[in-house]
T-cell receptor, first 116, second 114 residues
Framework: DTGVSQDPRHKITKRGQNVTFRCDPISEHNRLYWYRQTLGQGPEFLTYFQNEAQLEKSRLLSDRFSAERPKGSFSTLEIQRTEQGDSAMYLC??????????????FGPGTRLTVL | SQQGEEDPQALSIQEGENATMNCSYKTSINNLQWYRQNSGRGLVHLILIRSNEREKHSGRLRVTLDTSKKSSSLLITASRAADTASYFCAFDWLAIQGAQKLVFGQGTRLTINP
């Protein structure tokens, strides 16, 4: 399967714990995005990487959130000191970025986080 | 707010009927995309229509874009039970810097009754 993969698919944690999610984009896609989706809502943009550079961050991404893409391939999203309000589906997407035009973003299956 | 709005929020039809969902937005856009999401799953890309296009087809899907009205519609013809899902429109708007983020509507929950 050459689609976007995310790990883990589900994570249950206690409030105050740290969690880390991983995203592997489609091979050779140089753009990678993180979104958050709460129940009954559409996804909301969190952050975006062009290769290893983090080019944009949403105001939703508080100081407790950090994302990295160290080698321009896979990415990690860490949430420190989790709060119940962090419970959501965290979606990763990638796009080829072969042209300067906006292009199709392909999404992974998501990581569902439950904070108790 | 730059969020897209979708209408209706929920739609229930009989198998074989056509389903139409609408999306409106407030800013100038580059592209508009439609995605499908089955319950608790990731999003599946359906179709992308660029701001200089007016209509696009893909199998049983037909998407229109009216930039003067800042609206788009998704038509699914000859619906099937497997089409039951939530459908989201998403757009990225024209910006000075390369804003690659998609802005999603709240989605239309489509139920196809056998």
């Amino acid at each position: 399967d050459t689609g976007v993969s995310q790990d883990p698919r589900h994570k249950i944690t206690k409030r105050g714990q740290n969690v880390t999610f991983r995203c592997d984009p489609i091979s050779e896609h140089n753009r990678l995005y993180w979104y958050r989706q709460t129940l009954g809502q559409g996804p909301e943009f969190l952050t975006y990487f062009q290769n290893e550079a983090q080019l944009e961050k949403s105001r939703l991404l508080s100081d407790r959130f950090s994302a990295e893409r160290p080698k321009g391939s896979f990415s990690t999203l860490e949430i420190q000191r989790t709060e119940q309000g962090d419970s959501a589906m965290y979606l990763c997407a990638s796009s080829s970025g072969q042209t300067t035009a906006r292009d199709t973003q392909y999404f992974g299956p998501g990581t569902r986080l439950t904070v108790l | 707010s730059q969020q897209g709005e979708e209408d209706p929020q929920a739609l229930s039809i009989q198998e074989g009927e056509n389903a139409t969902m609408n999306c409106s937005y407030k800013t100038s856009i580059n592209n508009l995309q439609w995605y499908r999401q089955n319950s608790g799953r990731g999003l599946v890309h359906l179709i992308l229509i660029r701001s200089n296009e007016r209509e696009k087809h893909s199998g049983r899907l037909r998407v229109t874009l009216d930039t003067s009205k800042k609206s788009s519609s998704l038509l699914i013809t000859a619906s099937r039970a497997a089409d039951t899902a939530s459908y989201f429109c998403a757009f990225d708007w024209l910006a000075i810097q390369g804003a690659q983020k998609l802005v999603f509507g709240q989605g239309t929950r489509l139920t196809i009754n056998p």
